[in-house]
C-alpha cells in the first residue's frame, strides 16, 4: 500500500520554502542613510523602523496596533453589566408589580409602597430586595438571574473560561466556588512566606480545584502570573469607570450569586495577587467610548487586550535599553494583527541577525558599530555597477569591465561576464564545471556559462592616483554629498578590482584637508564649517604622488567652490571671503608643483558659480588639465569615465 501525505497550511512562521532574505536592499538602504550623515546604528534602526520592499516596519505594526487600539475603544463602553442589571430589575419589577395588582390584600398594597421606596440606585435597589419575598414566580427568576450573572460575570474577571463552566449553578455549586476560593488564598499565602511544600500544596491544590484553570499552570509561580494579569485588568476596569459607576459595581458584586462571602474572598485574593506581583499594572485606566456595552468579564477581557497591545507597543518601539528584536512576543503579535505581521518581525529579525553574521557590521574598539569592509566592498561594487550602466548610456561602450587594455596577466581569475574580453581560464572553467556536475548530477550540461572564468589582466601602466573631494558645507546644503560619496566608492571599488597595481588616495577638504579610507569617507558626517582648502589638498596629493614616483601621477578634484582657505606655514589654515589673492595664489602653486611631476589633473566642477568656473579654467591651463561640469547625478560617470579615458590614452 502506497503511503499517505496530508498537506495543510505552514504556521510555523516564515514559509522555509521562500528564498533567503536579500541583504543587498537592506545593505543598500543602510549605506544610503551612512553616506547621508547617520550612524551605522541608526540606520540600522531606521531600516528596521521603515522595512524593506517585502516586509512592513516596526512604525508600521505600531501604526496597525495603534489603530485596533483605537478601535476597540472607539466600539465599547464599560456599562455593560449596570445596563442588563437594571433591565433585568426592571422586568422582575413590572412583573412583581401586575401580580400585586391583582392582588387586593393589605399585604399587596404594604409591598406596593415597599417597592415604591426603594433607593434610586441599582446596586441599591439589588441590596433591597435581596431578601424580598416574590409574590410573581417571572420576577424571581428574573431577580435571580441577576445574582447569577453578577456571580458568573466577578468569578470570569478572575478566571478564565469560567463563565461557560458555570451556567447552571446550584447552592452546591456556589459552595465549591467558595471553597476553592478560600483554599487558592491559602496556596498563595503559603507562596508568599515561601513555605518549603508549597508545590505539594500546588499539587493538591490543582487535583481538587484544576477545573477550574484551564490554562493548566505546572506550578504556583504560573498560577500566580495569570491570575495576576487577569486581576490587574478588572482592577483597570473599575479605574476607567466613573467614581459612581465604580461604586455601583463594587455593590452589585456583593451580590455574586446572592453570598457576599465571594466578593469578599476574590477582594481578598486580589490584595494578595497585588503583594505578589506588584509589577503589574494596577494603576493604569482606558477611555471607553462606543456605544456596545460591555460586561465585567467582556471588558476585563478588553483591557487585558489593551494590555498586550501596549507591551507589544513598547517592544516594537525597541527604545528601552537593551531592546532587541527576540524581545519581541510573536504570539501576541499574530493574535493582535495576524500572521503576515508575525512573519514581518521574524524577516527584521533575520535581516538584523544576518547583517551581523554575514561580517556586513561589525563593532568597533569603542564599542560603536560599523560597515565592514566586506559592506563596503557590497556599497562600492553597487556604486559602480549604477556608474557602469550611466557609461553605457552615455557613450554606448563598456569602458569599466575590461581589466587591462593591454594586458598583463595578474595570476587571479573572475567569473566571465557578457561583453569580457579577457581570456578564459582552462583549468579553473572545467574544475567548476565538474564540480557542478558532481553536485547536479550526470544529467547536467557538460559546460555552462556559469562555469566560465577569465583571467585578470592589468595595464602595464600603473598609475597614482588621488581623489580630492569638497567637504565643505555647501556639498551638504546643495545635495551633493551623497553624489560624492557613491562616486568615491565607485572610484575605489573599480581601482581595487580591477586595477589593483594602481594605488589610489581619497583626499577631504574643507577649512582643513584630510586622507581618509573608504570606510570613514563614507561615514562621514557634514558639518558647519567655513573654508574651501584645496590648497591643502593639493599638498597632500602631491605628497602621495611623489610617494608612488614610478607610477603615472593622476589627480580628480570634486568642488562645489573656488578655494577660500590656505594652509599657512604653521600649519594655521586661513579662511577668507571673497577669497584673498593670496589663497589664489599658493593654491595655483601648487597645481603648478603638480604638473611639474607630470600630473593628469582633472577638476569636476558641480553648480554653476561663475568665480568657479574662472578659477578652474585657469587650473586647466595652467595645469594642462580639464575641467568637466557634471550634474550631480552624473558626477560617478564623469570620474570614473574620466579615469579609464586617461588610462586608455596611456
Known sequence: MSPRYRYSAWHGGPDPLEPPVDLRDALDQIGRDVMEGASPRSALEELLRTGTRDSSGLDE????LWQRRSEMQRRHRLDGTISEVRRLLERALEQERLALAADTSEDARFRELQLSALPPDVSGQVNELSEYDWRSAEAREAFEEIRQMLGTEVLEQRFQGMKDAMQDVSPEDVERVR???????????AHARGDDDVQQKFDEFMAKHGEFFPENPQNVDEL?????????????VLNSMSEEQRQELMALSQQAFGDPRIAQALQNIDRQLQGLRPGEDWNGRARFRGDQPMGMAEATAAMAELGEM?????????????????DIDLEALERQLGPQATVDAQRLSQIERQLRDQGLLRRAPDGSL???????????ENALQSVISQLGTRRGERDTDRAGAAGELTGTTRPWTYGDAEPWDAVRTVRNAVLRRAAEGPDSPMLDLADLEVAETEQRSRSAVVLCV??????VQDGRWVPMKRTALALHHLVATRF????????????YASAVDVGELAALEGAWEQGTNLHHALLLAGRHLRKHSDAQPVVLVI??????????????????????????SVTLSEVDALHRLGTTLSVFMLGDDPRLERFVNIVARRGGGRVLAPEADGLGAAVVGDYLRTKRRR
Open 370 to 380: 560599523q560597515l565592514s569592509p566586506r559592506a563596503m566592498r557590497r556599497l562600492g
Open 179 to 189: 471553597e476553592m476560593l478560600d483554599d487558592l488564598s491559602a496556596l498563595l499565602a
Open 310 to 326: 501596549d507591551r507589544l507597543a513598547e517592544q516594537l518601539s525597541q527604545s528601552y535599553p537593551g531592546a532587541s528584536l527576540e
Open 470 to 475: 569638497d567637504t565643505s558645507w555647501s556639498m
Open 61 to 64: 505594526l505600531t501604526r496597525r
Open 500 to 511: 589593483r597595481s594602481d594605488a589610489l588616495q581619497l583626499v577631504t577638504f574643507g577649512r
Open 224 to 236: 500566580v502570573d495569570a491570575l495576576a494579569a487577569r486581576s490587574a485588568a478588572a482592577q483597570r
Open 559 to 584: 568642488t562645489d567652490g573656488e578655494p577660500t582657505a590656505h594652509l599657512e606655514p604653521n600649519g594655521e589654515a586661513v579662511f577668507d571671503y571673497p577669497p584673498d589673492p593670496h589663497t589664489l
